[in-house]
């Protein structure tokens, strides 16, 4: 882990440097991968590791979720917004799901605002949520 915070700091440094050196217009993934910081294998799979440690759905929520989401929603895919509920059930957490039947990305946020302020809060009010992951 050591080598993967040396090299995050060299990359920082390299890309701060090319910004005031540039005034901010080379592009990013120049920036991001200059020529002198080539990956070793090792670093790579340090990257990886870090990335893959931060993937939505990759670990069980630490506190209970309410997660609704617009069956018409034209901007993120339904089915995508339900593998996360069903990959944080699968992991033990505690969600409580949602469909808006009718609604498509905007009006979903109109329609689902209500119900996760009132979920929220009952959870300040001390009223405990077990979830719906039973449900399909």
């Known amino acids: 882990d050591h080598s993967f915070q040396v090299y995050v700091q060299r990359l920082r440094s390299a890309v701060e440097a090319r910004r005031s050196l540039t005034g ?3 592009p990013t993934q120049q ?21 893959a440690q931060n993937k939505l759905g990759g670990t069980k929520p630490a506190a209970p979720v ?3 989401h617009a069956l018409f929603d034209e901007m993120v895919e ?3 917004a339900a ?10 957490g505690n ?10 990305h905007v009006l ?3 329609e689902g605002q209500p119900l996760g302020i009132a979920w929220l809060s009952a959870r300040f009010a ?8 039973l449900l399909p």
């Open 31 to 51: 920036l991001l991968f200059p020529a002198h910081l080539e990956l070793t294998p090792g670093q790579v799979q340090a990257w990886q590791a870090r990335l």
């Open 126 to 133: 001390g009223i405990p949520t077990f979830g719906n992951c």
């Open 108 to 110: 979903g946020l109109v």
């Open 24 to 26: 901010g217009g080379v």
């Open 78 to 80: 339904y089915q995508q």
């Open 83 to 92: 593998d996360l509920r069903r990959s944080w059930c699968n992991r033990g």
């Open 66 to 68: 309410f997660q609704y």
């Open 95 to 104: 969600v409580t799901w949602t469909t808006l039947p009718l609604a498509e």
